[in-house]
């Protein structure tokens, strides 16, 4: 009798590191989690983008005499805007029939805002809120800007999501002639945004949020990877808007950091999913990504600055130049604007 306990005893501590092993992870490792966004955030987001999806048309010339296009400059920075000064520049003498600014400044950082006579004197969006990297607060601000952009200016048919390291690589005119003018692009009428299967690193970002997070809703084939700093469409913009399925994944929190960009995978995903004939595959903002440092693409210095590199980053591969670039070091600014008209800004 007392050997047969003892048996058993064995047998049960024997079992206990097995036992261990399979049920650790699920006991050990947090279910599903709720997001980290604050509910009172969340829903004036639900507010603002139903707003813009029942009160914005994603139709643009239906009226006589047709309203000229713009183009919305959406800004999304967490700190001083570095080259308001050079922007200025860009859009000076242009009416502001063919544009719109609009800048998501974090509530939460004391920014400098550019002043009388800076196209982002009124440019700053109320309802921004607090933002960090590796959260996806990201997508939050990129939608509040495009809900913002949609309800306040019909005419607002392309939306450029930039930062505050992005400068522009061409004239107003180029830019605008090249999407609304050349024949090539206007006709197509698409998205400029990547949606990036093969990198390596795709999974990984897939099971950020734990093994079946994100189905079923998105399955694996589906995920897509591609720059924040894309050109959209209006109709993407209002698709984008109106999106409550995706952002539910794309919200929730990720396990690991390192791996977690939800703004780099949100976009293209949905995009991928609902419309990918209507978008290029490529983006128009050029940016150097052969050094990375923390995921951080590289940084030009003011040493860098010239008017060959400035010529070298317009070239692309694709349908039209590069119109814009990044990153920028903040102190670039003096040498760039020392060849902002002679350069940057003749074509
Ligand atoms: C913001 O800047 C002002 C003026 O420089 C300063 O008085 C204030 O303390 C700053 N606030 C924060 C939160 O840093
Ligand atoms: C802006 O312009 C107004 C009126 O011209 C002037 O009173 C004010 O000092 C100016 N502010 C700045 C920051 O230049
Ligand atoms: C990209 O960055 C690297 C440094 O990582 C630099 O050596 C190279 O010149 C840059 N490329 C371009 C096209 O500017
Ligand atoms: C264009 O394509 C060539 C060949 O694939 C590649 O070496 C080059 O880096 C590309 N240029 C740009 C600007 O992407």
Same mark, same amino acid.
């Given at each position: 009798?007392?050997?047969?306990q003892?048996?058993i005893?064995?047998?049960l501590?024997?079992c206990?590191p ?5 049920v650790?992870?699920?006991v ?6 709720e ?6 955030d ?11 999806s ?8 239906s009226?006589?005499?047709h ?7 959406l800004?999304?920075t ?6 308001a000064?050079?922007?200025d520049g860009f859009?000076s003498g242009?009416p502001?029939s063919?544009y ?5 400044a974090d509530?939460?950082v ?7 006579g800076?196209v ?15 959260s996806?607060? #990201? %997508? $939050?601000a990129?939608r @509040? !800007?495009?809900?913002?952009a949609?309800?306040?200016d ?6 450029? =999501?930039?930062?505050?390291h992005c400068?522009?690589?061409h ?5 605008y002639q090249?999407l609304f003018?050349?024949?090539?692009v206007?006709t197509?009428?698409r998205s400029?945004?990547? #949606? %990036? $299967?093969?990198?390596p @690193? !795709?999974w990984k970002?897939y099971?950020?949020r734990?093994?079946?997070a994100?189905l079923p809703q =998105?399955?694996?084939?589906k ?6 700093f894309f050109?959209?469409t209006?109709t ?5 808007v109106?999106d409550?399925i ?5 919200? #929730?929190?990720c396990?690991?950091?390192d791996?977690?960009y939800?703004?780099e995978h949100y ?5 991928n999913?609902?419309?990918p004939?209507?978008?290029?595959g ?8 052969t ?7 590289y940084?030009y210095?003011?040493t860098?600055v010239s008017?060959? #590199?400035i010529h070298h ?9 590069y ?12 040498p760039l ?6 350069v940057?800004?003749?074509?």
């Amino acid at each position: 009798m007392l050997s047969n306990q003892f048996v058993i005893s064995l047998f049960l501590l024997l079992c206990l590191p097995i036992v261990f092993f399979l049920v650790a992870p699920h006991v050990f490792s947090p279910p599903p989690r709720e997001s980290l966004i604050p509910i009172a955030d969340e829903i004036d987001d639900q507010i603002l983008f139903r707003r813009a999806s029942a009160g914005s048309s994603s139709h643009l010339s239906s009226g006589t005499p047709h309203p000229k296009l713009k183009i919305a400059f959406l800004f999304l920075t967490n700190s001083d805007l570095h080259f308001a000064p050079i922007w200025d520049g860009f859009f000076s003498g242009h009416p502001r029939s063919l544009y719109n600014v609009y800048v998501h400044a974090d509530p939460f950082v004391n920014i400098t805002r550019p002043g009388n006579g800076s196209v982002f004197q009124n440019a700053f969006i109320t309802s921004a809120k607090r933002t960090s990297r590796a959260s996806p607060t #990201l %997508i $939050s601000a990129t939608r @509040r !800007l495009f809900a913002t952009a949609l309800l306040d200016d019909p005419a607002n048919a392309y939306f450029a =999501v930039l930062s505050q390291h992005c400068i522009p690589l061409h004239s107003f005119r180029f830019v605008y002639q090249s999407l609304f003018e050349s024949p090539r692009v206007r006709t197509w009428h698409r998205s400029f945004i990547e #949606l %990036i $299967s093969d990198e390596p @690193r !795709l999974w990984k970002r897939y099971i950020a949020r734990g093994r079946y997070a994100m189905l079923p809703q =998105v399955p694996f084939d589906k995920f897509r990877v591609g720059s924040h700093f894309f050109l959209m469409t209006r109709t993407h913009a209002l698709l984008t808007v109106k999106d409550r399925i995706l952002w539910r994944k794309f919200n #929730l929190p990720c396990y690991r950091s390192d791996e977690c960009y939800p703004e780099e995978h949100y976009f293209p995903t949905l995009m991928n999913m609902k419309d990918p004939e209507g978008c290029t595959g490529y983006t128009l903002t050029r940016v150097n990504w052969t050094a990375t440092v923390k995921g951080h693409p590289y940084s030009y210095k003011p040493t860098e600055v010239s008017s060959h #590199l400035i010529h070298h980053l317009r070239l692309s591969n694709h349908s039209t130049s590069y119109f814009f670039a990044r990153k920028f070091m903040p102190t670039c600014l003096t040498p760039l604007l020392a060849i902002a008209d002679s350069v940057i800004f003749r074509d």
